[in-house]
């Protein structure tokens, strides 16, 4: 008897417990929300200045004048690179081997968009790519005087491209490049 009770206990168990509740979810995404930038100065012996974000880590590299700007929170960089001029045809090739940089993602980027800075007073002229698509780089800039100095600067993440999530943060950092450019001077 008592095998038969434990069955049918084991047996109404079954039943109660296999009802199925569903409920239809709806479709949605991750919104990640970053701070409002605030700016501060970048200090160095470097023959330039500008206003970085508070969130970033700065990171001395081997050269003298070559940095990263570090966001720990969203697994990014933006690596600095500053050239010293000695003529235009210098200029000019170290520009040529920026732009071509960009040019080489055109493998994986679906899009390369370009936007020129011109400063007269400052003294400061530039260029800063958009690259859409799964690329290594999302955006690239460089920057000069047109006469003794250059700084060139890509943005990476430290995750597998995946431009359609990466998408925020990519915006996000874009507005702090472009801020770079604009408060860049020469010393």
Known sequence: ??????????FLL???SCKEDY?????????????DPKYVPFESDCPFTFEHSDLVQKQDRKEHCWFVLNYPNMKANIYITYFPVTNKED?????????KFVQEQTVKASYISPREFIFEEEKVYGTLFELGGDSAINLQFHATDSIRNLISGSVYFSTPPQYDSLQPAIQYIKRDVVHLIETLRWK
């Open 1 to 10: 008897m008592n095998i038969k009770f434990s069955c049918f206990i084991s």
């Open 23 to 35: 409920t239809v979810k709806p479709l949605g995404q991750v919104r990640l929300e970053y701070p």
């Open 14 to 16: 079954c039943l109660i």
């Open 91 to 99: 200029l000019a090739v170290k520009i040529k081997d920026s732009e």
